[in-house]
């Protein structure tokens, strides 16, 4: 079974400048969050899908962050424009829906955004 | 709203010797529990999680967990580690009332094992 892709691995932009991570989840999973985690910190949910509905951006800095589920599948996350605290890994996991859930969340090997 | 302490940033442990990471939370409904570990540029994988039943968790890779309800604890042990468990581990969170799962993970402790 082919795990949570995630694309690009590695981007370097300068400040102000707008930059797009790609998230392509486990097959048949319900669930995809998009999660922020700077260095030394722990993972920091931005936003959590359920399909292709978002079930919360409480942490998402709107002004600045969109992101968009198409279809209940993919999922793209956007910055524009990026500001130096946006460097950070922006990890991709997915899960099956809560009543068919163990609680296990996949998560991908992540993008990491330089903001010079 | 809930949250996870982990007091240790770093541990060093000689190899073969046994660890303790701990991991506290804070929660006002009952919750599920994780530990996650995490290797030098990858994602987080599921270590061992406890959702109900026995509070002796037992992991892979060796790992066991402990989870105390008084105490608001789950701590991650293994009598014996490896050069290959040098990595970040994170505990984790999720209340069983909200309709879909909401993790909240600790700050990471980074396991560093010397030879």
């Known amino acids: 079974e082919a795990g949570v892709a995630q694309s690009p691995r590695y981007k370097i932009i300068e400040k102000r400048q707008s930059v797009a991570f790609w998230c392509n989840p486990i097959?048949?999973?319900?669930?995809l969050y998009w999660y922020q985690q700077i260095l030394g910190q722990g993972p920091k949910l931005l936003i959590q899908?359920?399909?292709?509905?978002?079930?919360?951006d409480s942490q998402l800095p709107k002004d600045r962050f969109s992101a968009e589920r198409l279809k209940g599948v993919d999922s793209t996350l956007k910055i524009q424009p990026a500001k130096l605290e946006d460097s950070a890994v922006y990890l991709c996991?997915?899960?099956?829906?809560?009543?068919?859930?163990?609680?296990?969340?996949?998560f991908g090997e992540g993008s990491r955004l330089t903001v010079l | 709203a809930q949250s996870v302490t982990q007091l240790d940033s770093q541990v060093p442990v000689f190899e073969e010797a046994p660890v303790e990471l701990r991991c506290n939370y804070s929660?006002?409904?009952?919750?599920?529990l994780f530990w996650y570990v995490q290797y030098p540029n990858q994602g987080l994988q599921l270590l061992l999680k406890?959702?109900?039943?026995?509070?002796l968790v037992k992991g892979i890779n060796g790992f066991e967990a402990e989870f105390n309800k008084s105490q608001t604890s789950f701590h991650l042990r293994k009598p014996s580690v490896h050069i290959s468990d040098t990595a970040e581990y994170f505990c984790?969170?999720?209340?069983?009332?909200?309709?879909?799962?909401?993790?909240?993970f600790g700050t990471g402790t980074r396991l560093k094992v010397l030879a």
């Open positions: 097959s048949g999973h319900a669930t």
């Open positions: 996991a997915s899960s099956l829906e809560r009543n068919a859930n163990t609680g296990e969340l996949f």
């Open positions: 406890y959702l109900s039943g026995s509070t």
């Open positions: 899908f359920q399909n292709n509905g978002v079930v919360d």
């Open positions: 929660s006002s409904v009952s919750v599920y």
């Open positions: 984790a969170v999720t209340p069983l009332t909200s309709g879909t799962y909401k993790y909240i």
